[in-house]
């Protein structure tokens, strides 16, 4: 046994077992790293295909990003973490009104706003800051209400690597505000002044209370507040006031105006008419109560009513017509005068309504006058119309109209008083066709005034027209006023009147000026003011004279104004007086042409020139097709 064992050919297959076992124990580990490895490669397929669509969704962010940065309706720009800036759009761009070069590269650090120093360097800190006023750009010196946001930019692993601001231009915000303030402060003027006492009410209290309701009751403001305000009333007409508060509160049906006794501070009864309206005051409901003391007029009613055979006997002795209507405008009740001044017998005027003896203009402005009379209660003191007498000639009249009451405060008919003013009207309107003679002369004079300063400089012959007619166009393009349009018109045919006072010479000169001779012909504003100050225009043309070369930067003369201490008129004169010399030939040289011209005004839009009336000139030549007048 132990020899076979040991035999050769024993030993050989012995050995080839045994390598055939390792084989076998060898394979099977080669065979697994084998799958794992064709896992793993397939996990780096994956992988690179999962990194290439990140990187799609990267480079479509980023271009997403790109376009929301440089198209955004907001001023954006980057700043690094030393503050200068390394990018901006061109919304930025415009609102500094520099270029994307200058402020490439442009160190936030040195900026002589410190405000601005101060919101870069919270943002390089970590910090939101927030910056709002009016920004003067180093590159352009150009002035801008802003509102801006300077935010960090925070990169994993380094914290703060720079920084975002988004600036927004907040100059028609501004203006806005401001003209809300104004607004609020007129309305206050409006309600501290009227005639009316004006009270607040909310939860049965008085929350706010104006001068003439101060006045009126006794009370100063502390007290009205401190009292409820049912306890004002007269104890006989609480309950009905209480009543018609709830119901006005709740939304019901109440009447608008109504009468009741009040008891003021001074202890003596008093009678008023009410107008309640419901509003909301700081989100709640409340009233707002338009007060008048009726008490004098109350006595007068009760007098009236005591004495009414007296009072009519008046009535039918007065020069001027009475008359009382019912709401429907059916005459119920006319004197004698009436009769006279409709020229129909009272018996028939009696149930005539008013549409019978008016023309149907004549009818609509009655009618509404007369509702509105009955919707605020409040008379109408002057109202003017043509009536048709009964032999069918117009005749005009002036009446006054009011509302009658009931003893509870509710309209049932119109009172009032007609006076004929035929003749009176015929007067004023000969004065009228007097007037427009008047002012017809006064043109024809400023004309010839313009004329005798173009006689002293051939050269510039017809220029105050021509500046005279584009000023009035731009006014009329800008929708001002008749009395505006015709004021710059009139300043433009003597706008530089003052030169009268500079030497011919000077003015007809064929070469450039000298300093000297400059310095001569810039006081011709001050002289032309100095000639037309003390005549008494209509308009203020001497002002307007004296302003037509300052500029908005304040860079013009004699004074130096700046923005809108100029006079609107006076910087719609300056634009026209700056296109028609530009266009125009000179001594000194020859005519820019109007395309020049309009360049010049259109670069210096809002720095010299006022921005509205550029945009209006700019029209008038590129839209609709304006041309100066010939000469």
């Not at 080839?16 to 397939?42: C, F, V, W, Y």
């Not at 009613?301 to 009414?308: G, K, N, P, S």
């Not at 018996?347 to 005539?352: A, F, Q, R, T, Y």
Request: hydrophobic content about 40%; proline content about 4%.
């Amino acid at each position: 046994m132990f020899k076979n064992l040991f035999h050769p050919s024993t030993q050989a297959c012995t050995r080839k077992n045994d390598r055939m076992k390792d084989h076998a124990k060898t394979k099977q580990p080669m065979i697994g790293e084998l799958a794992s490895l064709r896992e793993r490669i397939a996990e780096l397929e994956r992988s690179a295909l999962e990194q290439k669509r990140v990187e799609e969704e990267l480079r479509e962010s980023a271009e997403k990003y790109r376009l929301f940065f440089e198209y955004s309706p907001l001023g954006n720009f980057y700043f690094d973490e030393k503050g200068v800036i390394v990018a901006c759009n061109e919304h930025f761009v415009d609102l500094i009104g520099s270029s994307r070069k200058a402020l490439i590269g442009l160190e936030l650090f040195k900026l002589p706003d410190q405000k601005v120093v101060e919101a870069v360097r919270q943002a390089l800190g970590g910090q939101t800051a927030f910056y709002e006023d009016v920004y003067r750009s180093v590159t352009a010196d150009k002035a801008t209400p802003v509102r801006a946001v300077f935010t960090p930019i925070h990169l994993e692993g380094r914290g703060v690597i720079g920084g975002v601001g988004i600036v927004e231009d907040i100059t028609e915000r501004r203006r806005s505000e401001a003209a809300l303030r104004e607004k609020e402060e007129r309305y206050r003027s409006l309600v501290e002044n009227a005639d009316e006492a004006i009270l607040v009410i909310q939860d049965g209290k008085i929350q706010f209370v104006n001068t003439r309701a101060v006045a009126a009751f006794g009370y100063s403001v502390q007290e009205f507040i401190s009292i409820p305000v049912f306890e004002l009333v007269h104890p006989e007409d609480r309950e009905m006031v209480i009543r018609r508060y709830l119901e006005k509160i709740s939304g019901d049906a109440a009447p608008t105006r109504h009468t009741y006794r009040v008891l003021p501070k001074k202890g003596l009864v008093s009678w008023i008419e009410i107008s309640s309206i419901l509003i909301h005051w700081e989100g709640r409901p409340a009233t707002l109560n338009l007060i008048t003391d009726i008490t004098d007029r109350k006595k007068a009613e009760d007098a009236l009513r005591e004495r009414e055979e007296k009072y009519r006997t008046i009535l039918e002795s007065m020069e001027d017509g009475y008359f009382e209507q019912d709401l429907a405008g059916n005459f119920i009740f006319v004197n004698d005068s009436m009769s006279r001044i409709y020229g129909y017998p009272k018996e028939e005027l009696i149930g005539m309504n008013y549409k019978k003896h008016t023309d149907a203009e004549s009818g609509r402005k009655c009618f509404h006058i007369y509702l509105n009379i009955y919707k605020t209660g409040k008379p109408e003191k002057v109202v003017d119309f043509d009536i048709i007498r009964k032999d069918g000639a117009r005749r005009h009249v002036e009446s006054s109209v009011s509302l009658i009451l009931d003893n509870a405060g509710t309209p049932i008919a119109f009172r009032g008083i007609v006076r004929d003013v035929t003749e009176r009207k015929q007067a004023e309107d000969a004065l009228s066709k007097s007037f427009v003679r008047l002012r017809a002369a006064l043109a024809a004079t400023v004309g010839a005034t313009a004329m005798m300063v173009e006689t002293r400089d051939p050269y510039t012959a017809g220029h105050q027209r021509r500046v005279a007619d584009l000023g009035r166009a731009i006014a009329e393009e800008m929708q001002l006023t008749d009395e505006q349009i015709e004021g710059v018109h009139m300043a433009g045919m003597v706008h530089d009147l003052g030169k009268i006072s500079v030497p011919s010479e000077i003015l007809s000169k064929p070469t450039r000026l000298t300093d000297l001779e400059c310095r001569l012909i810039k006081t011709h504003p001050q002289a032309g003011y100095e000639i037309l100050k003390d005549i008494e225009f209509p308009w203020p043309i001497a002002r307007i004279v004296l302003e037509h070369h300052e500029r908005m930067d304040g860079s013009g003369y004699p004074h130096g104004l700046k923005g809108d201490q100029a006079l609107l008129e006076s910087r719609i004169l300056s634009v026209a007086d700056v296109v028609e010399a530009m266009a125009s030939h000179r001594p000194y040289r020859a005519g820019l042409g109007i395309e020049a011209a309009l360049a010049e005004i259109e670069a210096n839009r809002g720095i010299l020139y006022d921005l509205f009336v550029v945009d209006a000139c700019l029209k008038l030549f590129r839209e609709k097709g304006y041309r100066f007048p010939e000469s």
